[in-house]
Structures are given as structure tokens and as C-alpha cells.
């Protein structure tokens, strides 16, 4: 696996999943305009997205167990195909029911992608830089947003809703020649892992993933940092600056692309550091999911407008849940076999994107039962998050525990970092 293809494999996949995040994401830019042209209230503006993340979620384990029978390569054509045939199908849309049908294509889609860009990473890369080039694959493919937040709402804005989402259809096409041209699923030689051939066979591959606390730990790590950003990249963030906070829409878009940027130096750093000490990988979760609670909480506490220098704190914060979520991954590999993975995989990327769903609607909701998009609505819709991160956090603690059990029965046990500072001390004073 030495040379370049490795990496001509990756870029491809890689390329593949940035156009579908800017796929998903197109619409929270566009959804002010689409208010406009569909005559949606604020509840029903994130039923869109609530029902686009709804068919991501559903699709989640579906697309594992095909990953596991199929392979990458055959999910990502057929992922970035279908997202484009829901995008040219919002271009043309006049009325709500077809708009809400071409979100359910984009969100079909973008469930074959970005699980089945991960098993290439881990079919093409020595184990030690998985943890690494998995951050890399979910924080450079987010680069999907400055497309959907720069030039894509640029295009919008100038160009009209048609000749936009056009173009975005257009790239998924292309993605779909590169993939089909390039990507391989292994290395020629490589083993191919043995996959579930029968419904009994792909049934107790499930309940071995379910059962396995360290796809549970994966779960709850990925239910607890990702929502948040997602959420605001998605769906609620521009409204929230434009309307919340008085800000511009330029303004707004800055602070989406500073979301990405600030994504793109965090996941190498917390991929370093999963691979590293992989026995300790949970207290950066749980130091995530934390600051993010707190981030929030000083701005939400602060009247509005809220000082810029704030802003960016929390979106700095945000910024970190994209790659403590990919930490879930690294959990479903590390402790599942290969024949397994995309199963695993599947069971994590449910956490995340169930959590935003859910919090979508319940920030939809609020707003629309407080009176629509104001700053104090959207003061009390935020704090729908809290619950989510009260019950993830309960979540990975528990899962923690029991994985470590099952380590240490294996003979692998994990010393609380307490003896392991309290042995450094001593250490230290003995020279």
C-alpha cells in the first residue's frame, strides 16, 4: 500500500462525500429562500431536514450490511446519483410535497456515502494512520459547506434557485464518473473479507455489532458531539445569526466557512490523539460534549446581540464535535472484526444524525409555538439541545464501563487515570 495510489484512491472518495455534504447542506443555506418559495412556516421549513436526516438515520444499518456485501465502490456511485437526481428534482419544484420528495432522494443518497468512503480508508491505509485519515476523510469532506455556504449560495443569490441546485446536481454526476472510474474497494491482492451471505447470517452480524459495548460506546460518542454542529451548519444556523443575532448574511456564511476551518486543524490533532492513546479516547468526548454545553449556555444567557468574540468561541466549539464524533468510528473498528465493520459503522452513524433530527424539530417547533424566528424564539429553542447531552453523556459513561470490563476479562484491563497520575507522581518525586 506504499506509492501514491492509495491516496489517488482516497482523494476520489474523498471528492464523492465533499459534494454530498454540500448536497445535504445546500438546503440550510437556501432556507430562507425556500420559505419564500414554497410558503413554508418555520416548522415546516425543518420537516425538510428533519425528514432528510430521518431517512439518513433509517438507511444507516441498511447501508452497513450492503457495504459489508457489496462494497464502497458500488454505494458511492449509486449514493451520488441518487443525490443528484433529488437535487435536479428541487431545481424544478413548484410546490412542497416535490421539494420534500427531492430532500428524501438527497438524504437516500448521502446514507451510502460517507460510511463507505470510511471502509476505503480502512481497506487502503496501514492501522496506525486509520484514526488520522479518518478525521481527515469526515473534516476535509466538510468542506462541502464553504461550497454550499460560498459559491453555491453566491449562485443562489445571483443566479436564481433553479440554475443552483442545477449545478449542484451536476457535481454530483461527475462524482459518480470519478468513483466508477477510480475507486477500488481493496488493494489487488488484499483478502476480501468474508461478508453475511443469508438473512440468518446477516442478522446475528447485527446483534454481534449491538452487542459489542464498544459499538455502543461509538454510539453514544457520536450522539453527543455531532448534533450540535450539524444542526447549525444545516439547518438552524444562518436564520439564527441573520434573525437571533443581527447579523448579515455574508457575516453568517463567514462563520460557517470558520466552522469548517477550524474542523480541518482540530480532526488531525484528535486523530493523533485517538491513535495514540486509544485507551483514553472518551475523556476527549466527554470534554467535548462539556464545552459545547457551556459554550452554548454563555451565549444563550447573553441578550442579543451577543458580542461577536462570543460567536466565534461557540463556533470554535461546534467546530470540535465533527471530529469527536469521528471517534466513533475509530470505536466500531477497533472493536468489531472486518466481516463486520460497515454493520458497526452503520449502528454509530445512527447516533449523531438521530440526535439531529431530533433536535431540528424540536428547534422548528419552538420557534413556531413562540412565535417565529426572533431573537428570544430562538433563545428558548436552543436549549432542546440539553437533553440530548445530559442523555449521551449518561450514555458513554455507561458504555465506557462495560467495555473496559469486557477489555479487562480479555486481559487487556484500562487503569483509571487517577493510578496512573497518582504513579507519576510518586515517579517524579523518587528522581
Known amino acids: 500500500m506504499s506509492g501514491y495510489r ?27 429562500d425556500a420559505a419564500d418559495r414554497f410558503g413554508a412556516a418555520p416548522a415546516v421549513l425543518s420537516g425538510f431536514l428533519v425528514l432528510q436526516l430521518l ?39 413548484e410546490t412542497l410535497p416535490i421539494a420534500i420528495a427531492a430532500r428524501v432522494l438527497v438524504g437516500a443518497g448521502d446514507a451510502l ?84 451471505t443469508s438473512w440468518r447470517a446477516v442478522s446475528d452480524s447485527l446483534k454481534a455489532s449491538w452487542s459489542e459495548p464498544g459499538t455502543r460506546l461509538g454510539l453514544w460518542t457520536h450522539t453527543g458531539t455531532q448534533f450540535a454542529g450539524t444542526v447549525f451548519a444545516l439547518m438552524w444556523g444562518v436564520p439564527y445569526l441573520v434573525v437571533g443575532q443581527g447579523m448579515s448574511s455574508a457575516a453568517a456564511g463567514g462563520i460557517l466557512t470558520l466552522l469548517v476551518l477550524v474542523g480541518v ?23 467535548v460534549i462539556m464545552a459545547t454545553a457551556v459554550a452554548w449556555t454563555a451565549v444563550l444567557l447573553t441578550p442579543a446581540p451577543a458580542p461577536r468574540w462570543l460567536i466565534v468561541v461557540l463556533v470554535v466549539v461546534l467546530a470540535a464535535g465533527g471530529p469527536a ?28 444524525f438521530t440526535a439531529s433530527l431530533l433536535v431540528t424539530l424540536g428547534v422548528g417547533a419552538v420557534l413556531g ?14 436549549v432542546v439541545q440539553y437533553a440530548v447531552w445530559g442523555i449521551a453523556l449518561a450514555g458513554v459513561i455507561i458504555a465506557r464501563r462495560r467495555a473496559r470490563r469486557k477489555l479487562a ?14 504513579e507519576r507522581r510518586r515517579e517524579t518525586v523518587k528522581s
Request: glycine letters at 12%; charged letters at 10%.
Open 6 to 32: 492509495p491516496w489517488v484512491v482516497w482523494s476520489v472518495g474523498l471528492f464523492a462525500y465533499l459534494i454530498g455534504v454540500m448536497n445535504r447542506t445546500s438546503f440550510g443555506v437556501a432556507g430562507l
Open 55 to 93: 431517512v439518513y438515520a433509517l438507511l444507516q444499518i441498511p447501508t452497513g450490511i450492503l457495504l459489508d456485501r457489496f462494497g464502497a465502490r458500488t454505494l458511492v456511485v449509486v449514493g451520488a446519483l441518487v443525490m443528484a437526481s433529488g437535487q435536479l428534482l428541487l431545481a424544478l419544484a
Open 113 to 196: 456515502t460517507f460510511i463507505s468512503v470510511l471502509s476505503v480508508v480502512n481497506a487502503w491505509f496501514p492501522p496506525r494512520t486509520v484514526p488520522v485519515m479518518t478525521q481527515l476523510t469526515g473534516l476535509l469532506g466538510q468542506g462541502g459547506q464553504i461550497l454550499s455556504a460560498l459559491p453555491f449560495a453566491a449562485l443562489l443569490h445571483q443566479g436564481g434557485w433553479t440554475p443552483a441546485f442545477v449545478s449542484a446536481a451536476g457535481l454530483g454526476v461527475a462524482a459518480a464518473i470519478a468513483v466508477a472510474a477510480v475507486l477500488r474497494n481493496r488493494p489487488a491482492g488484499a483478502p476480501t473479507p468474508v461478508s453475511a
Open 265 to 287: 486543524v482540530a480532526g488531525p490533532l484528535f486523530g493523533e490523539f485517538a491513535a495514540r492513546h486509544p485507551t483514553r479516547r472518551s475523556w476527549l468526548v466527554i470534554g
Open 325 to 352: 464524533s469521528m471517534i466513533g468510528f475509530d470505536y466500531a473498528r477497533t472493536f468489531n472484526p472486518g466481516h463486520r465493520q460497515g454493520t458497526a459503522v452503520g449502528i454509530v452513524n445512527i447516533g449523531g
Open 369 to 382: 409555538l413562540a412565535g417565529g424566528y426572533t431573537p428570544d424564539s430562538f433563545r428558548a429553542a436552543w
Open 409 to 422: 476479562d480479555e486481559g487487556f484491563p484500562v487503569r483509571p487515570l487517577r493510578e496512573v497520575f497518582a
